[in-house]
């Protein structure tokens, strides 16, 4: 059984005439031999009125009063409307459709209400139904518990949904349809001349997806990695070819060489962030000074990130929202930081920089062209970062996009 897995975005299902495009697409499937499972987001963004965060205003402005497990119960309402009225909308084309909810199409998952992890899925129901000749509509971002508690397992999952459902069907492939062309090589908003990728392997694209990039989520590219199963982003409403998620053997195979063609596949960015120094040359004979900083913040709920440590000082990054908080914990503790707010993480990321000389200096130049200051910079085989402020964030951009934009 070939079963492709196709999931649609809140903005593809958002009228009836959107609608009756996502059907031709999965009817074209269909047409093709394909067995398709389609797992679809809640309907519309915020504001629109049957999208998760629409749903949650009802229960309060601020939702002081509702808890993990009752905001669970009424955000997954969301996906149950739009795979009912997709499911309405297949059948008025003359296709037999079932949806099934998270819990029916077996995904389970643990305890951890609002962004649970999925632990197994059990696709019997789903393989049942599509034996009968139906297409199959499961309500994505959602599971149940062993015992029997509904959740939803946080932003992006239903992105992660489709990407289990995959590997749990043994698909042939995932293909995620959203607004956009694919993956582009920046955002296009701030580059005019990005442009989609043909291709990239998982590892770029988790990357891409960490820092910044939203056109899919990293867990869903981490789950489809461990089975191999390949992703491909593309456009509801256009007939471009999107852009391929797989393994770099898989890509080589295609006569594309991203070592050898590309060193840099993509600009990716996340702006409004607060960089903290803590200075620790008094500090040098207490070895667990350093410990104590971050086990503090984490105990706080503060992510840190950009960490870089010296002898002398350390230095890593908060969102501008966490910045009062993780300020006043540290004078707690009697530190006193350095606070540089609204800054932003620049990473240009490329499996072909591996082993390949001179990459930070050709970003060092671009951006000391641009005078823009670099404030900490760290990398790893795949990724170069750097932190500029954030009035820099957009001109570092189009900087290191000009700059790496022959081998893309």
């Given at each position: 059984m070939r079963y492709l897995v196709q999931k649609f975005g809140g903005t593809s299902l958002i009228d009836e005439a959107r609608r009756g495009k996502?059907?031709?697409?999965?009817?074209?499937?269909?047409?093709?031999?394909?067995?398709?499972?389609?797992?679809?987001?809640?309907?519309?963004?915020?504001?629109?009125?049957?999208?998760?965060?629409?749903?949650?205003?009802?229960?309060?402005?601020?939702q002081k009063e509702l808890l993990p497990r009752e905001a669970d119960l009424l955000m997954s309402c969301g996906e149950i409307i739009s795979g009912v009225v997709m499911s309405a909308t297949l059948q008025k084309a003359g296709c037999p459709a079932a949806l099934l909810t998270g819990t029916q199409a077996g995904i389970i998952t643990n305890s951890s209400h609002n962004n649970a992890r999925i632990l197994k899925i059990d696709p019997k129901q789903?393989?049942?139904?599509?034996?009968?000749?139906?297409?199959?509509?499961?309500?994505?971002f959602q599971g149940?518990?062993?015992?029997?508690?509904?959740?939803?397992?946080?932003?992006?999952?239903?992105?992660?949904?489709?990407?289990?459902?995959?590997?749990?069907?043994?698909?042939?492939?995932?293909?995620?349809?959203?607004?956009?062309?694919?993956?582009?090589?920046?955002?296009?908003r701030i580059?005019?001349?990005?442009?989609?990728?043909?291709?990239?392997?998982?590892?770029?694209?988790?990357?891409?997806?960490?820092?910044?990039?939203?056109?899919?989520?990293?867990?869903?590219?981490?789950?489809?990695?461990?089975?191999?199963?390949?992703?491909?982003?593309?456009?509801?409403?256009?007939?471009?070819?999107?852009?391929?998620?797989?393994?770099?053997d898989e890509i080589n195979k295609g006569a594309i060489d991203i070592t050898r063609d590309r060193t840099i596949t993509g600009i990716t960015h996340i702006p409004d962030i607060t960089r903290i120094k803590i200075n620790t040359e008094k500090t040098a004979n207490k070895p667990d000074f350093q410990g104590r900083i971050f086990k503090a913040l984490a105990l706080a709920g503060i992510s840190v990130d950009f960490i870089n440590v010296h002898p002398e000082a350390v230095f890593f990054t908060v969102k501008n929202t966490d910045a009062k908080i993780a300020v006043k914990i540290l004078e707690n503790m009697e530190i006193k930081p350095e606070v540089l707010p609204d800054c932003a993480k620049v990473a240009a990321v490329g499996a072909g920089m591996t082993g390949v000389p001179g990459v930070m200096a050709k970003i060092v130049d671009a951006l000391a062209e641009e005078k823009i200051q670099i404030l900490q910079s760290a990398d790893s085989y795949t990724t170069i970062w750097v932190l500029v402020k954030k009035e820099d964030m957009e001109k570092s951009i189009r900087a290191l996009h000009r700059q790496f934009g022959a081998n893309q």
């Open positions: 996502v059907a031709s697409i999965v009817l074209g499937a269909k047409h093709k031999g394909f067995l398709p499972v389609v797992v679809v987001s809640a309907i519309g963004r915020a504001g629109d009125p049957y999208a998760t965060d629409t749903l949650l205003t009802y229960a309060g402005e601020n789903i393989i049942r139904h599509s034996r009968e000749g139906k297409v199959v509509i499961v309500a994505g149940v518990t062993e015992a029997g508690e509904v959740t939803t397992l946080g932003r992006g999952g239903s992105d992660t949904t489709a990407a289990a459902l995959g590997v749990a069907l043994g698909a042939v492939r995932v293909d995620i349809y959203t607004d956009v062309d694919g993956i582009m090589t920046a955002d296009p580059v005019t001349d990005a442009r989609p990728l043909e291709s990239v392997t998982y590892n770029e694209i988790c990357q891409l997806a960490r820092e910044g990039a939203k056109v899919i989520h990293p867990r869903a590219v981490e789950i489809a990695m461990q089975k191999g199963i390949p992703l491909r982003i593309k456009c509801t409403f256009s007939e471009a070819p999107g852009t391929l998620v797989t393994s770099q």
